[in-house]
């Protein structure tokens, strides 16, 4: 089945407030998701016409300079005073905070708040991952988040949990568009392996009522 991929931009202008600008260190990493890049070299000009350095990085598996995807936020190499996100929720600037080691401001377009990212989020982050571990040590059931979407179908990667852990019994459950009321049909399963789009296992898990971790964050603590 061909996979036809359509960008959805953000077409409003955007510009940072001068009051923003201001609160930001000297070299700015400059971070946005693909809605909001029809603006990203608007707000480079407006960073550099103050006097700002502006880095713009090509991460891996991206289109654009400047674009970050949830699946392949890692290590940036890059030194800077800070990283700058622009767009919404906390998946993306709590990830490159807790893979690089220097502060995340976010500015979010559609509610137009902006701060930084403390360092009590990123431990809040890291506990709830512990935490979630450990219930996937402790548990027997454990349902296995696959997606059929392409870049984001790892059935491959997903099976292997059979051979890791050979004491427990895996529920592999496919989809296309998750819907996080249909996980309440399976009450026996007692937490969740995610190999989709690693942003379900932060933003979207008040959605999930039992405890969900990422497939690439087993290999953090297990």
Known sequence: ????FIEARYKKGMRLPDAVIKKLPKTVILFTTVQYLNSLNRIKKQLEQKNKNVILIRAQNTKYDGQVLGCNIGMIGEKADC???VGDGMFH?????????????VFNPMSRKFFEVG???????????KGALMKVH???????LVSLKHGQNHLDRALKLKEQFKEKNFYFLLFDTISFSD??????????????CPRIAVDDRPKIR??????DDLSLYI
């Open 183 to 196: 996980l309440e049909n399976f009450p026996f399963i007692e937490c969740y392996i995610n190999t989709a």
């Open 138 to 144: 402790a548990s027997k059931n454990i349902g296995v």
């Open 93 to 105: 600037p709590v990830a490159l905070g807790l893979n690089n080691q220097m502060p995340v401001f």
């Open 119 to 129: 360092r009590d989020e990123f431990i809040k982050e890291a506990t709830k991952v």
């Open 1 to 4: 089945m061909k996979a036809l």
């Open 83 to 85: 990283i700058l996100f």
């Open 210 to 215: 039992k405890p969900i971790v990422n497939m």
